[in-house]
Structure formats: structure tokens, C-alpha cells
């Protein structure tokens, strides 16, 4: 990245930028690098002598960056939790954004007890993104990212996957019956009816709803990375982080999880058809999610030099799971070849 935090003449502009806002003075400041994750952006928490910490976000894609902060603005108006943003340089391509802290929630899971309640807590958040979030980003509908689609699930879920197993060396059979299986799979993962809100038969979904972009401060749960919200699959979001390779979520705690969103999506407006139809999406959502962490974890690890090897085997071995799990008879050739996959990459 030719410009970044490691160039030391940008650093020194931004530093300048941030002391002016802050009235600080830029020598009082005390600037240390955060990990971006599999983010392609960078983070530099500031401490100076009058204000507490806060966060400088360095961005590339200037159309991203200007939906994030709309977006942004439009649901923190509208109740939901997320960073403030205090100010943003388009010259210096940075946002000064609202520091909190380090704790996320994939952090807090081998703990129970301290988990549990944060995780029912981004679930009540959630209900409520997906109840108001259309609304609440009517005003700029038309910007949002591509809809949810079985034409996008096929090439930025299916695609993509088979495109990571490449990156990995794994072999691929192009068998046109698995991919007519396929075109199938994303058909009904994206178009399959479950739910009415007030907007239709889908909902603002984040489509990345994970542990890693899930902060926990203060007692309180805030959302990151809301750049991708798109329409969608109301399962989506739920499927993310239920199976998220980032944590192991046992059975009993899931299963609160999926009737805590359910009771509270219904106090938003979102009428389920029922519980088992519901489920039974949600697990076929849940594999074409995991099939898309592969692709992208496969990326990161091969294309960028990311260690993502161990999410690789984890998300393979939950594809197989899933796949054996009420697997619709039609998906033969496919639930053949995630069992492979799990034996081969998990």
C-alpha cells in the first residue's frame, strides 16, 4: 500500500489533522498500529494529554468509505450501536472515529458466562438491525451494495469458493451437474421466502454479522464493518455468526440464540412462517456462508500472506457437518463433495 500508516510523511499529516481536531498538541500524541484483520484498511489508536483514546481509520476506496459514512450516520440516528464518527480528510483519506477498545466478541467465548449475555445482546441487536434497518436507510437505498440475489450468492459465494479451493490446491471437479446443484443451492439460500417485514421478503442484512466485527465495551455490544449492508436473506446474518469459524458456539447456546432472534424479530415486524421452515433455511444459508469464509480466508492466506489455515479447516468441517444435516436429497453430488472436502481440509 503506497499510502498507509507506514509512510512516515502521511503519518505526520494525520497526526497534524487529528492534534487540530482533538486540540491536542501533535507532539503530546502517541499513535500505535491495530490489527486490520482481514480488513483492507488500517487503524492507528491515538493518545494525547486531554482526550480519551480514539481511533484513526485509514481508508483506499473513497465510494466505500463515502457509504460507510452514510450509512452509518443514518443507523446510529436510528437507535442502532455503532462507532461515532467524529471527523473525516478526504485529502488524507482518514476518519477519526470513536475508540472501544479491544475486547471482541470471539475474544470472550471461552468464558461462558461472560459471552452468553453479549451474544444474546448482539442477537437483540441484530432483530432490531434487520426489523428498522430498511427504513432507516431509505434515504440512500439506491447506494447500497448489489442485493442478494441467487445470481450474487452464485458468483460472490459459490464462485468464490471454488476459486479459494484453487488457491489451495484442492481439486475441483467442473461437472456440470454440480454446478446446476449449486445454481440451485444459491437459488434457494437467496430467494427462498421464509419471512414478511414491513419492506417485503428481505431485510437490510450486514452480510459479514461475525464474532470479529462485534466489539463488546462497556457492557454494551457495537457493530463494525457495516459497509456491505445489503438486501438480503434474512437467515444470512443469523447463519454468520451461529457458525462463525472464528468461535465454537455449543448446541444449547445456538439454540437460544435462534429463539432469542426469533421473539424479538417478531417484536420488530418480521413475521416467520414457521419454526422449521425457518431452521432449515437457516442451515442451508449456513453452509453457503461457510463456503464463502473459505474463499475468503483462502485468499487472505494465499494471496496476501494472512494465516487463516486454521479458520480453512474449521469452516470444513462445519460445511461437512451441515451437509449432512437434513440435506435436501436433491444436493446429492454436492453433499458428496463437502463430505470430501471436510475429510480432506478439516
Known amino acids: 500500500m503506497e499510502r498507509g500508516i507506514l509512510r512516515e510523511t502521511w503519518l505526520d499529516e494525520a497526526l497534524a489533522w487529528a492534534a487540530a481536531y482533538l486540540g491536542e498538541n501533535p507532539s503530546d500524541l502517541r499513535a500505535s498500529p491495530l490489527p486490520g484483520e482481514a480488513s483492507l484498511r488500517s487503524y492507528l489508536r491515538i493518545c494525547g494529554m486531554r482526550q480519551e483514546s480514539t481511533i484513526l481509520m485509514a481508508y483506499e476506496d473513497e465510494e466505500e468509505n463515502n457509504l460507510w459514512l452514510s450509512l452509518g450516520r443514518l443507523l446510529i440516528e436510528g437507535g442502532l450501536p455503532l462507532p461515532k464518527v467524529y471527523a473525516t480528510s478526504k485529502s488524507l483519506k482518514v476518519n477519526l472515529i470513536e475508540d472501544l477498545g479491544n475486547s471482541r466478541l470471539d475474544s470472550l467465548y471461552p468464558s461462558y458466562q461472560r459471552a452468553a449475555p453479549m451474544y444474546l445482546k448482539a442477537i437483540e441487536i441484530l432483530s432490531f438491525w434487520h426489523g428498522k434497518g430498511l427504513i432507516l436507510a431509505s434515504p440512500i437505498q439506491s447506494k447500497l451494495a448489489k442485493p442478494y440475489t441467487a445470481a450474487f450468492a452464485y458468483e460472490n459465494e459459490w464462485n468464490y469458493f471454488i476459486r479459494g479451493l484453487g488457491l489451495l490446491g484442492y481439486p475441483v471437479s467442473h461437472s456440470p451437474s454440480l454446478d446446476a446443484e449449486a445454481r440451485n ?6 430467494e427462498g421466502s421464509i419471512a414478511k417485514d414491513a419492506m417485503g421478503d428481505k431485510v437490510l442484512i450486514h452480510r459479514d454479522f461475525q464474532s470479529r466485527n462485534i466489539m463488546c465495551h462497556r457492557d454494551a455490544v457495537y457493530i463494525l464493518d457495516w459497509q456491505g449492508a445489503r ?24 439454540e437460544e440464540l435462534i429463539e432469542t432472534y426469533l421473539q424479538q424479530s417478531r417484536f420488530y415486524g418480521i413475521r416467520v412462517a414457521d419454526s422449521t421452515s425457518f431452521r432449515a433455511k437457516l442451515y442451508l444459508i449456513a453452509i453457503v456462508r461457510l463456503m464463502q469464509a473459505i474463499g475468503a480466508y483462502a485468499k487472505l492466506s494465499v494471496t496476501l ?5 486454521r479458520f480453512i479447516s474449521i469452516a470444513a468441517r462445519r460445511l461437512k457437518d451441515l451437509s449432512s444435516r437434513d440435506f ?11 463430505s470430501d472436502l471436510g475429510r480432506c481440509l478439516g
Open 185 to 190: 443451492l444459491c437459488a434457494l439460500a437467496a
Open 231 to 254: 438486501l438480503g436473506p434474512i437467515c444470512y446474518d443469523l447463519a454468520s455468526i451461529l457458525w462463525d469459524p472464528y468461535t465454537d458456539l455449543d448446541e444449547s447456546l445456538k
Open 305 to 309: 500472506g494472512k494465516d487463516y489455515y
Open 328 to 338: 435436501p436429497s436433491s444436493f446429492r453430488e454436492t453433499k458428496a463433495f463437502l
